[in-house]
């Protein structure tokens, strides 16, 4: 009972010791999550991740000699109220830099606001295509989930009849465009393409025209709460027999909520899993659960990249000996480091990264096969 | 058409109907715009949850349902809505916030993520040559038996004319005796507990977070006002014709067309028609 | 002036002082906000007066605000870019205007299908900007774009908000000392009656719906250039019911509320949001609250808190001044029915009726309960549509036209129940009925017009033994039930009308006032020769008051005679004997 306060007081406590030291903390660090909003199921855990990439920063001295500490701003809320409180947090409490978890239209918002003056991580799974200055992208871009999938999975599963099926906006069309070629080049078809309005939470017609396609795959960039409907409905019609579905945006969550009758055969591709088997991994999520108790929100790879994003801006400050944008520009080109996810390496101002292939039958996600070093087609020259 | 369309739109208006019901009966007799309409569908999809969380046998869903979502909508009329008689928008502005409230509950309680039930009757079974979810059958056979149930009642007994003279002049009601201030609460009650057995109905087939009211709540308003408010018939009329264009337009076009396509007939429907197809009697 | 300059200057001066007290980025802040409230502002104009609530308000903000950037986007030349703006605003308020009246024609209510109608268009342009990728730029909004005039943000571009916040405030000031605030207020508290003093109320009612969308509008333009990208969420339901509590919490029946409601949600939802996690739910139980126990929100809590400590100016009496001449047609006129039916589903309500008054004198109508005598009324000024036949005044026929045009046509009608505006006090009903008529377009922007007050009035306000004089600062609601017969009539006979229709003139009056109740009418009968048309119970009444009496049975005419031989007539005894008065 009571899970939003349970969760909240250990990272309370860890803000407090964090808080103890406070002349050491020099250098503030905005941290966006949502904590309202659609995307709000995440907020809980990307604090905690964001909270134990400042632990392990600091533990390791820092940025360029001096302590972090992390200040937290709410931007599940439409772009303009998400605008303020960043700039509350640079204008009003000093932040130097930012990482951000949040979607692209925040993202947009917050690229014409910070006009480049000011370092900005962007983390979370996104479509490509943004080069703005002093802007750097951890999350994975459909390239990275699809490339060395959709080949894989053309020889373990045979899935060579597409469908592909998203929400209607910006993500899904994009990642679909990039899919089209890589499902062509593994000598695959596309036998459909559909985009659902975020407000109709019915798939019956989408479903029936995937059975009358014949597809053996299904491409899922349906996102939020109606994806578990939408998976729900589909394992209830029997189409989990017939077609494999991939999905770029399916965590722990989602799978949570679509239950293990509803899974089978359901495979995400993603930079991060709760259920990665390396070592990196393993002690991440141990130090996870030691810092947030075993009742914390569920690791998942939307919550993970805030932690992601913290040790990029970290590594970058630090090989450039300050956090001005210019600087950390000059030396981004080739910046490795590693993390829980493996081993990264900025190629064009996006992280190169290893991808998991995972399958969710029986509701967790088991680690398939994973590709290394990953690169995103996405390339910022400037 | 194909007979998965049909069933498809049998269970598409089915259970906007069944959604809708408790809502005709708050807004459409009781003229409160309940925005919290959605929030009881919500809460009784976690029924199962609130069930197994108090070690309860799975057979009690239905009347731990019916208890809880009772009991808050009774908590909700005495406090709140009883002064909202007759004042349409300011009831829409209170149910609004009510609404946040229920949905900050049951995030307090179960936590904001998804949470996921098996169904009773699983697979699919073979009617007239085509696969088909067997829960869902028996899920509209369920609402089918209800509404004729419910169309009977209405028809013989005396509370469903009480109803019906408090609505239409609820001063003379009093005088001849009803008691309108219970008869009301009674009403607002089993409207809410009717959205509650929807969403315990609903369950194994939707998505299960705080959130999901919404998805509801607007798609009711306009089967509502589409059919005309007071009878059982315009609901039936209503329903037909805001899910039948979805699911026809969203299978011969496109989901995007279905939605503005029920937005646009909507408009043009409160607008030519504002008492609905069936103007009640009155 | 003083009550609308002194509110208006101190605003001004409190957003002046903002940046010099707490900075740029405050101000930057509080420009946001008084964007919302600008839109606030206009949804609290339309609900606060009328009664009409849009759900979908941010249909217009969204769209003007995508045409903004679009705009900016050009770098065109300054002028043209405002020029553009104007164009956009006249356009976002003439398809307001069509829409809402179109809606409204023939209707006399504000119920909910309205407010879903506009909730829904909010919907479909929020689907639409989502999926137009190529011009929207889609979910992830249009942007890259200069703010207006190439202005800094952060700095300069405050001032221009401020200055349209501050105009708008003055403006909406304004209108609420002229008599157009009257009528918009009048569609709320009695819309039947408003229709019958000959006012288009779907006019009305779309004229103030096309403001609010202009004010939405205006904060749409504004918020492109402040905030430099517009995504879908500026034009969608979540807004729209932002809007709504904004509004609702400040106070919409008051010009400062909305704007109030905005500064205030906005701030504490910024402070709060990051460091109290329960503000979802301090808000809902705000909100709640504010709906059951200050319904005028936080602006109404404030003028209370204020009257205390200022005691309010006692209410200056104003000379009044001699309204415009009215234009209703005044030359006598038969009236004649040509076989009417009128069904009401499947009840015979009046079964060709057919008759021919003279073109001047008192006809009385009778008959038993459920003869049809006052649906006779309500086909003459259109409120109900005829099955069959038509009516005829004079050469026009007049069945079945919209009841607002009644009065135009020379035909002012008093209801059953007396109808006046039971919100308004005495001499603000005799205002809007002395516009009833008379009043121009031009008039009502007038600040003269409100003090009108027509000679017909006058002249039963100045009858010695009439009641109103002394209680024309009184609110109505205080009225006895006598009093506000003689204000009824008093309001039916302003415009000077041809033909003057009486429901029971005299229910509810004591000997002494029916008998100056029959004498004010015989004097208007009188005084040009007018027709006068009267259902009456009380038969001694019907002898002093008639030259005419109709009598009605089961919707048919039963005798049309002078009262002697309507008497005598063994047909009427025979209805009349059953023992019905």
């Known amino acids: 009972m009571f899970k939003k306060s349970v969760s909240l007081l250990p990272s309370a406590a860890l803000v407090a010791i964090l808080g103890s030291v406070p002349s050491f903390a020099d250098i503030k660090i905005g941290v966006l999550v949502p904590d309202s909003g659609p995307a709000g199921l995440f907020g809980p855990s990307t604090r905690n991740s964001a909270t134990l990439a400042a632990q392990d920063i600091n533990a390791a001295g820092g940025i360029n000699g001096e302590q972090i500490e992390l200040v937290f701003a709410d931007v599940g809320v439409p772009p303009a109220e998400a605008a303020q409180a960043a700039l509350r947090l640079w204008k009003g409490q000093g932040v130097q830099a930012f990482v951000g978890m949040h979607d692209s239209a925040v993202r947009e918002a917050l690229i014409g606001r910070f006009n480049g003056q000011v370092p900005y991580v962007y983390t979370p799974v996104y479509e490509g295509n943004s080069c703005a200055k002093g802007l750097y992208i951890t999350g994975e871009t459909p390239s990275q989930q699809l490339a060395p999938v959709i080949p894989f999975l053309a020889e373990k599963e045979g899935a060579d009849k597409w469908y592909l099926i998203g929400h209607d906006y910006n993500w899904p069309r994009d990642t679909n465009a990039l899919a089209k070629g890589y499902i062509s080049d593994a000598g695959g078809e596309v036998v459909g393409e559909e985009y659902l309005p975020f407000t109709v939470s019915e798939f019956d017609s989408s479903l029936q025209r995937i059975k009358e396609s014949g597809a053996n795959a299904v491409l899922i960039t349906i996102v939020g709460g109606a994806s578990v409907g939408f998976n729900v409905s589909y394992a209830g019609f029997g189409l989990d027999e017939q077609a494999i579905r991939l999905g770029t945006l399916i965590e722990e969550n989602t799978l949570a909520g679509i239950g293990p009758d509803n899974a089978d055969r359901l495979y995400s591709s993603s930079g991060y899993f709760a259920t990665i088997e390396t070592e990196a991994a393993a002690t991440f999520e141990s130090s996870y659960t030691d810092a947030f108790g075993s009742d914390a929100p569920p690791l998942n790879g939307l919550g993970q990249s805030a932690y992601e994003g913290l040790m990029l801006l970290s590594a970058l400050a630090n090989k450039a000996g300050s956090l001005d944008v210019e600087a950390m520009d000059a030396v981004a080109e080739g910046t490795n480091w590693s993390t829980p996810r493996g081993d990264n390496t900025l190629t064009g101002r996006h992280m190169a990264q290893t991808i998991y292939l995972a399958d969710g039958s029986g509701g967790a996600f088991n680690v398939v096969t994973s590709f290394d070093n990953v690169a995103s087609s996405e390339i910022c020259t400037e | 058409m194909s007979t998965v369309l049909i069933l498809n739109l049998a269970w598409q208006i089915s259970t906007l109907a069944l959604v809708a019901l408790g809502l005709a009966i708050v807004f459409g007799q009781l003229r409160i715009m309940n925005m919290a309409h959605g929030e009881f569908v919500m809460l009784g999809a976690y029924a199962p949850f609130i069930t197994s969380s108090l070690g309860l046998s799975p057979w009690l869903q239905v009347p731990v349902c019916l208890i809880t979502v009772g009991s808050i909508a009774l908590l909700m009329e005495r406090s709140i809505i009883r002064h909202l008689y007759g004042r349409m928008f300011d009831s829409l502005l209170a149910t609004w916030g009510i609404a946040i409230l229920m949905r900050e509950g049951v995030e307090l309680f179960f936590g904001r993520g998804y949470q996921s039930v098996s169904p009773p009757v699983s697979g699919t079974v073979s009617i007239l040559g085509t696969d088909y979810p067997a829960y869902r059958i028996v899920v509209i056979c369920i609402i089918l038996l209800g509404f004729t149930a419910l169309y009977w009642w209405s028809k013989t007994s005396k509370i469903a004319n009480k109803i019906k003279a408090m609505v239409g002049n609820p001063d003379l009601a009093q005088a001849v005796g009803i008691n309108t201030a219970r008869l009301s609460s009674g009403a607002f009650v089993f409207g809410c507990c009717c959205a509650g057995i929807a969403g315990l109905l609903l369950a194994p087939t939707i998505r299960i977070e705080p959130m999901m009211g919404l998805d509801y709540l607007i798609r009711s308003f306009f089967a509502l006002v589409v059919g005309g408010l007071g009878s059982l018939e315009g609901l039936a009329i209503g329903t037909g014709v805001i899910a039948g264009t979805q699911t026809v337009l969203g299978a011969i076009a496109s989901q995007t067309y279905g939605y503005l396509s029920v937005l646009t007939l909507s408009i043009l429907f409160l607008w030519l028609k504002p008492n609905g197809v069936r103007s009640s009697s009155r | ?581």
């Not at chain 3, 405050?158 to 009528?183: D, W």
């Open chain 3, 1 to 581: 002036m003083a009550s609308v300059l002194l509110p208006v200057s101190l605003l001004l001066g409190a957003l002046l002082l903002i940046p010099e007290l707490f900075g740029d980025f405050v101000a930057y802040q509080i420009g946001l906000y008084l964007i919302y409230g600008i839109a606030a502002q206009g949804l609290g104009f339309i609900w606060g007066k009328t009664g009409v609530l849009p759900l979908g308000q941010a249909l217009f903000f969204g769209v003007a605000a995508y045409l903004a950037a679009s705009t900016l986007k050009a770098d065109l030349p300054l002028v043209l870019t405002l020029a553009i703006s104007g164009l956009v605003l006249c356009a976002i308020g003439g398809f307001a205007f069509l829409l809402a009246t179109l809606i409204f024609r023939g209707r006399s209510e504000s119920g909910p299908y309205f407010s879903l109608i506009t909730l829904a268009l909010a919907m479909i342009a929020e689907q639409i900007a989502g999926t137009a990728t190529s011009i929207t730029g889609g979910f992830n909004g249009m942007s890259g774009f200069a703010s207006l005039g190439h202005l800094d943000p952060f700095g300069s571009y405050y001032y221009v908000i401020v200055g349209m916040s501050v105009g708008v405030s003055l403006l909406l000031f304004i209108l609420n000392k002229l008599p157009v605030h009257l009528l918009a207020r009048a569609v709320l508290d009695n819309e039947p009656r408003l229709q019958l003093l000959g006012f288009p109320t779907h006019v009305i009612k779309g004229a103030a719906f096309a403001f609010s969308a202009l004010l939405a509008a205006l904060a749409g333009g504004l918020f492109a250039s402040h905030q430099g990208i517009v995504t879908p969420t500026s034009t969608g339901f979540a807004l729209s019911a932002e809007l709504l509590i904004l509004t609702a919490v400040g106070g919409r029946f008051h010009v400062l509320g909305p704007l109030l409601g905005a500064v205030i949600i906005g701030w504490l939802s910024a402070e709060l949001r990051d460091s109290f996690p329960y503000w979802e739910l301090l808000m809902a139980f705000v909100f709640i609250t504010v709906v059951l126990k200050a319904p005028g929100g936080i602006a109404e809590v404030c003028e209370k808190v204020l009257a205390r400590f200022m005691p309010s100016a006692s209410a200056s009496r104003q000379a009044s001044a001699i309204a415009a001449p009215s234009r209703t047609v005044q030359a006598p006129a038969k009236l004649k029915f040509h076989d009417v039916e009128l069904k009401i589903g499947v009840v015979r309500i009046l079964n060709g009726v057919s008759f021919e008054t003279p073109a001047s004198g008192v006809v009385s109508i009778i008959g038993p309960n459920g003869a049809g005598k006052t649906s006779v009324l309500n086909t003459i000024t259109g409120n109900l549509r005829l099955t069959s036949g038509r009516i005829t005044f004079g050469e026009d026929v007049i069945s079945s036209r919209p009841v607002y045009k009644a009065l135009n046509r020379g035909i002012a009608r008093k209801l059953q129940v007396p109808s006046v505006f039971a919100s308004f006090s005495v001499s603000e009903n005799l205002t809007i009925a002395s516009l009833a008529g008379r009043v121009t377009l031009a008039d009502l922007f007038r600040f003269s017009t409100v003090r009108w007050r027509s000679s017909a009035i006058s002249k039963v306000l100045n009858h010695p033994k009439v009641p109103l004089n002394r209680l024309l600062n009184e609110p109505v609601a205080h009225l006895s039930q006598g009093h506000r017969q003689f204000l009824e009539y008093a309001m039916t006979v302003a415009a000077e009308p041809a033909l003057l229709l009486l429901d029971e003139p005299c229910a509810g009056l004591s000997p002494d006032e029916t008998a100056l109740m029959t004498e004010l009418i015989k004097q208007y009968q009188e005084t040009a020769q007018r027709l006068v048309i009267v259902i009456e119970h009380d038969m001694s009444i019907v002898e002093a008051i008639s030259d005419k009496v109709l009598v009605l049975h089961l919707g048919q005419v039963l005798a049309f005679d002078d009262y002697s031989s309507i008497r005598t007539n063994p047909e009427v005894q025979a209805v009349y004997a059953g023992g019905t008065k």
